[in-house]
């Protein structure tokens, strides 16, 4: 019985612990968790994730990529908080990491060879269409050029181990959300990102001495 009144106690000082640090300020759960108090860091996610994860999903357009750059703005916070300015608002410091991995990642996307696996296959049926439907604009050499181009990346998606393939395929070619494939192939979500991110890297290796 006296052990249940303890951790009943307990339960209640955690209680309003979380109460009372949710109600400080950002300025505030700064310096306390710079203090050495987790549980400020973890008020500082719970304030910001569903802001940041709009603001970088309306930049990108993709909800999924969107929350694993936000995963990493909040890794960098985590890391680096020591040395954030505190004479700045945190708001604007935590928005600009956000807003630079996202403009990164649009930037990246210009020179990813993913991207340029999804761009050909985008067009696939505008490519292999009966030449009579052919815009008459299109030069006969840039559609061979496209031809070519387009045959050079499924080479490269070929040569990917199947389990590699299998997640780059659905997610980059149909457009599948991750716990879709977790459920596809049977692997658990982790399983997925980690895979479908070795396929990635593999495929840039692939594909890059084919395009040079």
């Not at 969107?66 to 960098?76: C, G, K, M, N, W």
């Not at 993913?114 to 985008?122: D, I, T």
């Not at 399983?191 to 040079?212: C, D, G, H, Q, Y």
Request: charged share 35%.
């Amino acid at each position: 019985m006296v052990h249940a009144i303890r951790v009943l106690d307990e339960q209640r000082t955690a209680s309003q612990a979380r109460r009372e640090i949710a109600e400080l300020g950002d300025s505030q759960l700064v310096q306390l968790f710079l203090d050495g108090e987790e549980q400020a860091f973890t008020e500082l996610v719970r304030r910001y994730e569903r802001r940041l994860q709009n603001f970088v999903f309306g930049t990108l357009g993709d909800r999924e990529r969107a929350e694993d750059l936000i995963q990493e703005t909040f890794i960098r916070v985590y890391r680096h908080l020591d040395r954030f300015d505190q004479s700045r608002k945190f708001s604007t410091w935590i928005y600009t990491i956000a807003g630079n991995l996202a403009k990164n990642e649009l930037r990246n996307r210009s020179r990813n060879p993913v991207v340029l696996f999804q761009a050909l296959m985008k067009n696939w049926e505008a490519d292999f269409r009966p030449l009579e439907w052919e815009d008459p604009k299109t030069r006969p050499d840039d559609l061979y050029r496209r031809r070519a181009l387009r045959e050079k990346v499924h080479e490269a998606v070929r040569k990917l181990s199947e389990h590699h393939r299998v997640v780059f395929v659905l997610r980059e070619l149909h457009g599948k959300r991750y716990e879709e494939i977790a459920e596809i192939t049977g692997c658990s979500l982790g399983t997925v990102k980690s895979r479908l991110n070795r396929a990635r890297n593999n495929f840039a290796r692939l594909i890059a001495p084919m395009i040079e």
